[in-house]
């Protein structure tokens, strides 16, 4: 129902975790409580992460190693996080009936490796704690007044409708994946209202690289690999994990947690990867693992052998770099040397990267209001102090794992909880 009369306690524009979760912990203390979305629906992007499976949060208890990663900018959040950290979060979705499983690099999900799941619970609470939802409703309008200590009165929407609160809650998320509802509506909003933003960037993000071979085997993914990203000839740094081929390039975690170090080596020059397709074995081990299934496969063609030791889209890629003739060859026709060169191969997949995918594509952007211009105790704007801001609107690089959500759930709670002495 809606109640352009009526003065809520808190508005919130923006529908993702951040304002979800911000609208539960005030309402939950009794606040009454607006949530705008321009979508039809809520949490678009939530529903998306990890896959599907909605990586929640880093299972690293003690908030000083969970803030490591957030480099420089760790400073700005020990007192967001001395309030609702790691602990707090699975404590969180576990009491309100969300089972979560901590698995590899301490990634935390649901159970049920559900993201709408996580999801669901939040919708649930928003309604059990009386949160009033308004969908299809994009605010294009922040009203402020005052001179001297600032405040924020009003919202407009695109249908011509306002609405009045005590507070506002900005959390219409940074830059990527628009598609999913963040155009960057909030970035715009707070420099209107006098604020400084950092144009965003994808700091998380798959790369492309020039080789069509492996392009042509969009889809296929290895488990295990080794990952050194070369520049004039040196290893700049190396990374191990799943990797996955696109028709662009290459993705999956390892990647997306390489493409802001890339991107700096990009500034600087050529870039090329070298693909380990089994770092835990070496050359001479796996040519012997090799001839070992050779001898086994003597009368049979390499192409159709070859899969046995490779996954078969893998296999064909490999044998593409190599004349043709040779993947029709009978195996007792392969040469040492030439059983050597396919070895060698498959420890030094070379591409060159030719750059990143852009904003559309990124998991992670950066840029957004500068952490400077934010009372972070309780996670309102320094120049207006009724006007709160949440998540991904925030100027904070992060690798992927787990940390952005975390940062919505943090900052939703500490905002959400502060209602109540405003
Ligand atoms: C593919 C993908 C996978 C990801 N996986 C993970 C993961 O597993 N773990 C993790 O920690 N992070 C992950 N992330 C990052 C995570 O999704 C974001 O950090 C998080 O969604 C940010 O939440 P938010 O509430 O700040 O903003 P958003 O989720 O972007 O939500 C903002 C909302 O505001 C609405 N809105 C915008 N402008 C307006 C307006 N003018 N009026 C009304 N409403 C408006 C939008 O429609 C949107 O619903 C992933 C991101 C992507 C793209």
């Known amino acids: 129902m809606k109640n352009e009369n009526k003065q809520y306690d808190l508005i919130v524009i923006g529908g993702g975790p951040a304002g979800m979760m911000t609208s539960v912990i005030a309402a939950k203390d009794g606040a009454s409580?607006?949530?705008?979305?321009?979508?039809?629906?809520?949490?678009?992007?939530?529903?998306?992460?990890?896959?599907?499976?909605?990586?929640?949060?880093?299972?690293?208890?003690?908030?000083?190693?969970?803030l490591e990663v957030f480099g420089e900018n760790k400073k700005f959040l020990f007192s967001p996080f001395s309030q609702f950290a790691v602990k707090e979060?699975?404590?969180?979705?576990?009491?309100?009936?969300?089972s979560l499983v901590t698995e590899a690099r301490n990634r935390v999900f649901p159970k049920s490796q559900k993201a709408v799941d996580v999801f669901n619970l939040l919708e649930k609470l928003m309604r059990k704690n009386g949160v009033e939802i308004l969908t299809n409703r994009q605010v294009v309008k922040i009203n402020q007044s005052g001179d001297d200590t600032k405040i924020i009165t009003s919202i407009k929407t695109k249908k011509g409708e306002e609405f009045f609160a005590k507070n506002f809650a900005i959390a219409t998320g940074g830059a990527s994946a628009p598609k999913t509802g963040s155009t960057g509506d909030g970035f715009r909003f707070l420099q209107k209202l006098g604020h400084t933003i950092k144009k965003p960037n994808p700091n998380v993000v798959p790369l492309k690289t020039d080789s069509k071979i492996l392009h042509d085997i969009s889809?296929?993914?290895?488990?295990?690999?080794?990952?050194?990203?070369?520049?004039?000839?040196?290893?700049?740094?190396?990374?191990?994990?799943?990797i996955l081929f696109t028709h662009f390039g290459l993705s999956a975690p390892l990647i997306l947690n390489s493409s802001y170090e890339v991107k700096q080596l990009l500034k600087k020059g050529e870039v090329f990867a070298s693909i380990d397709l089994f770092p835990d074995t070496e050359e001479p081990d796996l040519n012997r693992?090799?001839?070992?299934l050779f001898e086994k496969n003597k009368n049979k063609k390499l192409k159709n052998v070859l899969p046995d030791f490779l996954q078969k889209q893998l296999a064909n890629a490999i044998l593409q770099y190599f004349p043709e003739e040779l993947a029709n060859k009978d195996i007792n026709e392969i040469s040492k040397d030439e059983r050597?060169?396919?070895?060698?191969?498959?420890?030094?997949?070379?591409?060159?990267?030719?750059?990143?995918?852009?904003?559309?594509?990124?998991?992670?952007?950066?840029?957004?209001l500068?952490?400077?211009?934010?009372?972070?105790?309780?996670?309102?704007?320094?120049?207006?102090?009724?006007?709160?801001v949440l998540g991904d609107i925030l100027n904070i690089n992060r690798p992927s794992g787990g940390?952005?959500?975390?940062?919505?759930?943090?900052?939703?709670y500490v905002a959400g909880k502060d209602i109540k002495n405003s």
């Open 370 to 388: 500068v952490l400077e211009e934010v009372n972070f105790s309780n996670m309102t704007s320094k120049l207006y102090s009724n006007l709160y």
């Open 340 to 368: 050597k060169a396919l070895v060698k191969k498959m420890k030094n997949l070379k591409m060159q990267i030719t750059g990143t995918l852009g904003l559309e594509k990124a998991v992670i952007a950066d840029g957004g």
């Open 89 to 98: 979060t699975m404590n969180f979705f576990e009491k309100n009936g969300l």
């Open 33 to 66: 409580v607006l949530l705008l979305e321009k979508n039809d629906s809520l949490g678009k992007k939530l529903k998306l992460t990890g896959g599907g499976r909605c990586n929640i949060t880093n299972n690293q208890i003690n908030p000083k190693d969970f």
């Open 289 to 292: 693992k090799l001839w070992r």
């Open 219 to 242: 889809g296929t993914s290895w488990s295990f690999c080794k990952i050194r990203f070369i520049q004039d000839n040196k290893t700049a740094f190396s990374k191990t994990g799943k």
């Open 403 to 412: 940390y952005s959500l975390q940062l919505c759930w943090t900052t939703g």
